[in-house]
């Protein structure tokens, strides 16, 4: 087994990452106190009673809920922040973060406030954290595509220090094909396409988000090993799957760590690699997830180390970044 400090040592990319899913509550009811807002649950140990979930739903409901705290600029940057203290001490070295502009604008926040708070926070990743960064604007499939598409072209508009889109929220029943015009016009915007999906959706999804929507990587894809056709597809393009162990524990999208279907992609030859999706809510960092891992599979150093190379591999890293990290 590999001990934690080694583990810590690795260069890691994190690549699927939700930045207001690294709320901490100790930072909402902060943020709550700053702005003057009342939450339904405004005590830590009542807030704290609310992360115990039955599916991806009963998560977002509270996820969106205390977004609610992120009011000026300077809230999304100590948000942006603290994740970034928190992503050293797990040994991430890149990190490409997901933001949800249109959850945001919905409360009648400007896009402006959050793409600046971020971006703020991201510029001085490099020299005070060692991690390099960029910005994935990931849209709400259980919106509609004109919704998104607004919110793109504004993005655009505004030249916001976007590197690609994602596709995130209530999966099922909210497929990859309700979004082609939205990915086309990501694609000739010359940003990358990543996306959710097999998370609760099933393995045509990810099929369809490969082929409608053309993206480069899928976010979480567990439910891609139910078939062998597609698995077979995924080994052969090598098309990186972004997994989220505690995140699919937390979810119940699988019914224990034990039993996640981890160690039987690696087996397969899937290029996956390890996020935390969103940690504040899922019991810990990328460092916990890796942790979790070994413990639960006593995996070797060299499996570890595999799964970190393929998560700066698949990164969007410029390739002198991707060679200085790997
Ligand atoms: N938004 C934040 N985290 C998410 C997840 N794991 N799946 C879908 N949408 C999300
Ligand atoms: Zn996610």
């Known amino acids: ?41 405004p005590t830590l140990e009542t807030l704290r ?30 948000m942006t922040r603290a994740y970034l203290a928190r992503a050293k001490e797990s040994g991430v070295r890149h990190v490409e973060i997901m933001f949800d502009p249109q959850a945001h604008v919905a409360r009648g926040v400007e896009l402006s406030t959050a793409v600046n708070g971020i971006a703020a926070a991201l510029a001085s990743s490099e020299a005070e954290f060692g991690i390099s960064t960029g910005l994935i604007a990931a849209f709400l499939r259980d919106e509609s595509e004109e919704s998104a598409l607004a919110v793109l072209e504004a993005l655009l508009h505004m030249r916001a220090p976007i590197m690609g889109i994602g596709l995130d929220s209530a999966e099922v029943g909210n497929p990859p ?3 082609v015009r939205l990915y086309q016009r990501a694609k000739e915007a ?32 567990i439910r891609a090993v139910e078939d062998k056709f597609l698995i077979k597809r995924l080994v052969t393009e090598q098309v990186p799957l972004t ?25 397969a030859g899937l290029n996956v690699c390890v996020s935390s999706d969103d940690p504040a809510y899922f019991g810990g ?14 995996w070797d150093a060299a499996t570890v180390e595999t799964l970190a190379r393929n998560s700066i591999r698949s990164s969007f890293a410029s390739a002198e970044r991707k060679s200085e990290l790997l």
């Not at 990319?13 to 807002?37: D, Q, V």
């Not at 992360?51 to 300077?74: G, P, T």
């Not at 990543?194 to 979480?220: F, N, W």
């Open 190 to 221: 010359g940003l990358h396409l990543v996306a959710h999906a097999g998370e609760e959706g099933p393995p045509s999804y990810v099929e369809d988000a490969l082929d409608l929507l053309g993206v480069e990587r899928i976010d979480h894809g």
């Open 1 to 41: 087994n590999i001990d934690s400090a080694a583990l810590t040592a690795l260069p890691k990319a994190e690549l699927h990452l939700h930045i207001e899913g690294t709320l901490e509550p100790e930072l909402i009811l902060a943020l709550a106190a700053r702005n003057g807002i009342t939450l339904p649950f």
């Open 177 to 179: 094909s309700k979004f």
């Open 285 to 298: 960092y990328v460092g916990a997830n890796f942790a979790a891992l070994v413990a639960e599979f006593a």
């Open 49 to 78: 009673e609310q992360y115990e979930f039955s599916d991806l739903q009963s998560f977002l409901n509270l996820y969106y809920a205390n977004m609610a705290v992120l009011i000026s600029e300077a809230d999304f940057a100590d």
């Open 243 to 267: 997994v989220c162990p505690l995140s699919n524990v937390r979810l119940r999208a699988v019914d224990t760590l034990a039993a996640h279907p981890l160690p039987q992609m690696i087996e």
